[in-house]
């Protein structure tokens, strides 16, 4: 895997430990908002690692 895909792997598994961190909290909204981000991340990182840019 690329640097870039993985720096963006990082980021998504960031979001992950955070949004099951909130909803141990009992934070939902806060949870959909993390995985949301983790799921646009992992997306952004599998373009990354076609070589192409992800939008910004």
Known sequence: MNANAERWLSFAR???A???AVR?????N???F???QCVEKCLKAMLAQSDLLPPK
Request: aromatic share 0%; proline share 0%.
């Open 34 to 36: 993390h995985a949301q």
């Open 14 to 16: 960031e979001d992950l």
């Open 30 to 32: 806060q949870a959909c």
């Open 24 to 28: 141990r909290e009992g934070l939902s």
């Open 18 to 20: 955070a949004a099951r």
